[in-house]
């Protein structure tokens, strides 16, 4: 079955830096585009970025762009989401997703904590 194991993520400083894995497995992985949400307490769940299947094309939150970059490696079934320049609004719980027909489906990651202290 489709599972997606998130890692990485924590607690960091504000203007600091962490990256989140999210391994793939039960899926051709290469064939599907993949996105990173996040979900603040109580705010809605919330893209964060995008990549298609290829990794050519990127699409990125408006808060976002210029401090995170989404990644893939298909080699290793692996999406990344490097973020720099933290802040504490940066603060909530991410989840790698895969796109199916330009849409999230039902297959989330576990969630992963990432706190930005000021």
């Known amino acids: 079955q489709v599972q997606l194991v998130q890692s990485g993520g924590g607690l960091v400083q504000s203007g600091g830096s962490l990256r989140l894995s999210c391994a793939a497995s039960?899926?051709?992985?290469?064939?599907?585009?993949m996105s990173w949400y996040r979900q603040a307490p109580g705010k809605e769940r919330e893209l964060v970025a995008f990549i298609s299947n290829g990794g050519i094309s990127t699409n990125y939150a408006d808060s976002v762009k210029g401090r995170f970059t989404i990644s893939r490696d298909n080699g290793k079934n692996t999406v990344y989401l490097q973020m720099n320049s933290l802040k504490p609004e940066d603060t909530a719980v991410y989840y790698c997703?895969?796109?199916?027909?330009?849409?999230?489906?039902?297959?989330w990651g576990q969630g992963t904590q990432v706190t930005v202290s000021s």
């Open positions: 039960g899926f051709p992985f290469s064939y599907y585009a």
């Open positions: 997703n895969r796109n199916v027909n330009g849409r999230p489906s039902n297959s």
